[in-house]
């Protein structure tokens, strides 16, 4: 990146943070953990399982501090920054425990302090801060363009909306592309139909039926207060990767729009978010790729490179060591594993592990620690051996949402019968296959996934249940039940309660 002015002052001010941080972590030592996914990855149920179980001593075995008995307790705090909002805990646990619905949808940026007492090995008694920072992973997808010019994004961006399903969704985008000048002269009316053309796109690929992950601006599909402004009035146009915008055409004036993108929202991004953090989980719904169909895992692949991209594009831009972004451990988690038979819980860690493993060695991200995992941080389902003429199925009980089958959209499942959300079903969930590459290979696909037939006629093996009571096993106070929450707990603070 060129040492503008800007990026001067950014990384001035960047270094002044970083000591006054730097200074106050020594008095009072400080996790800033980000818990990041594309929306509906499961952030908000992640977070409030995880302060619910540690203000309350949850069921954590793995988590070594608390089952070696040395956390004494755990407690919320007031924030360190003023302008995030809170994230709001007491709602979202009530929701979750009290009325057992799933809390609502975030959106935005939220932020929480968790302190705890615990006792380091060596006795003496500590307190470790705990920020933890929900952030939208679209966001985190957008840091790659800080490197990339608007020639190099519109050639990539209309690369991909060629290929595969994503070819149908963009036809109308790119039929108003292909009647657009670049060269020709600037015309407001013609930007606001291709970006919101463009927006259109980017909507359907993230629809549910498809998944689509991977789709920079993240900014198009949430505006929030910057709907309508120009910083997000663009979109890609057909130019060549190294071609020179003549002035006041078209082409300059998206090429200024992209920059002020940047501006306004990448860069806001990396200096008071991204670049504190110390720790970071990113949460993927993989089962949902899963069911929508092989392009959709393809492109979940992608996005895993541009996420890993995202890591080491910080550490490339900032010169200094000081100015690096710091994160050292970064944990990839398949979200929802409750959804399969624990039959299958190795078996999804071994296709996520490879999939981020492929990206690693594309991308590579130096100083930091990664590693997957499988998790559900809510366990809504019990496991059962349902016998169905002479085979034994390994299936999983739970009480469907009265909404469980959104794709059909009328609150039945599939023999037609309506969800009571009091009554508990069995379903047989499929198995991942033993062989990773089984689900990559084309054709090969062991998951009819909902963009391979109609809502009606597609495997429903993925239904939504409702959130669990609570759970009383021997003299433990009731907690909600999970599945390796305790382990991710332990990869990304352990060591720094020792
Ligand atoms: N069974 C099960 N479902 C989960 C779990 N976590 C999340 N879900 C489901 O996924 C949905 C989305 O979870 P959220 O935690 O709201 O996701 P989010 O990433 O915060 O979503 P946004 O706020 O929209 O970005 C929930 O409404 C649940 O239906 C889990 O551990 N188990
Ligand atoms: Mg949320």
């Known amino acids: 990146m060129a040492l503008t002015l800007s990026n001067l002052i950014e990384q001035a001010r960047l270094a002044a943070r970083s000591v006054v941080e ?39 075995p793995v988590f070594e501090a608390l089952s070696e008995g040395r956390i004494a307790r755990a407690r919320l705090a007031p924030q360190p920054d003023d302008a995030v909002p809170r994230f709001d805990y007491e709602s979202h ?8 619905v799933w809390p609502e949808s975030t959106r935005q940026i939220s932020e929480l302090r968790l302190i705890i007492e615990y006792q380091s090995r060596s006795g003496a008694m500590r307190e470790l801060l705990l920020d933890m920072v929900d952030y939208p992973g679209e966001w985190l997808l957008d840091l790659p363009l800080l490197a990339k010019t ?27 592309l292909a009647t657009l000048d670049a060269a020709g002269p600037a015309d407001e009316s013609a930007a606001i139909e291709a970006a919101r053309l463009f927006t259109e796109y980017l909507s359907a690929c993230r629809n549910e039926r498809y998944a689509l992950s991977l789709l920079p601006p993240g900014r198009f599909l949430m505006p929030g207060d910057l709907a ?30 992209y920059e002020a993108y940047k501006d306004v929202v990448v860069r806001p991004f990396f200096r008071d978010h991204f670049a504190r953090l110390d720790r970071q989980i990113v949460l993927i719904d993989a089962l949902a790729a899963f069911n929508a169909g092989p392009e959709a895992v393809s492109d979940l692949q992608d996005a895993f490179r541009s996420l890993l991209d995202s890591f080491e594009v910080g550490r490339r831009t900032f010169l200094s060591s000081l100015l690096r972004p710091r994160a050292d451990r970064v944990l990839f988690a398949a979200t929802k594993a409750d959804h399969l038979h624990h039959t299958s819980h190795d078996r999804l860690e071994a296709i996520l592990r490879r999939m981020v493993e492929r990206a690693i060695a594309r991308a590579g991200v130096a100083g930091a620690a990664v590693d997957v995992i499988a998790l559900a941080a809510v366990r809504a389902t019990r496991e059962a051996e349902v016998r169905r003429g002479g085979a034994t199925l390994p299936c999983i009980l739970g009480v469907p949402a009265t909404d469980a089958y959104s794709g059909s959209g009328n609150h039945k499942g599939p023999s037609g019968k309506m969800f009571d959300g009091v009554t508990e079903v069995a379903v047989f969930p499929g198995e991942l296959p ?18 391979a037939a109609s809502a009606e006629e597609a495997d429903f093996r993925f239904v939504r249940f409702r959130p669990p009571p609570l759970e009383t096993t021997g003299d433990d106070a009731p907690a909600l039940p999970h599945i390796r929450l305790d382990r991710a707990l332990q990869f990304l603070i352990g060591d720094r309660l020792t």
């Not at 990041?36 to 954590?60: E, M, N, P, Q, Y």
């Not at 646990?93 to 057992?100: C, F, G, I, K, T």
């Not at 608007?150 to 108003?176: C, I, Y």
């Open 228 to 257: 309508g402004s120009p910083a997000l009035t663009f979109a890609p146009l057909d130019v060549a990767r190294d071609g020179t915008s003549p002035s006041g055409s078209l082409w300059a004036m998206m090429r200024r729009r």
């Open 22 to 60: 730097y200074g106050e972590g020594l008095i009072n030592p400080t996790v800033r953990l980000g818990i990041t996914g594309l929306s509906r990855a499961g952030k908000t149920v992640f977070i409030t399982a995880l302060v619910h179980g540690l203000v309350r001593s949850g069921r954590f």
């Open 150 to 176: 608007f020639e190099a994004w519109s050639v990539e961006t209309l690369e991909m909306s060629r290929r595969g399903p994503r070819a149908r969704l963009a036809a109308q985008w790119l039929t108003h």
């Open 93 to 100: 646990v009530r929701a979750l425990v009290a009325d057992r």
């Open 434 to 451: 033993d062989d990773p590459d089984a689900l990559f290979a084309p054709g090969a696909v062991p998951f009819r996934g909902l963009t």
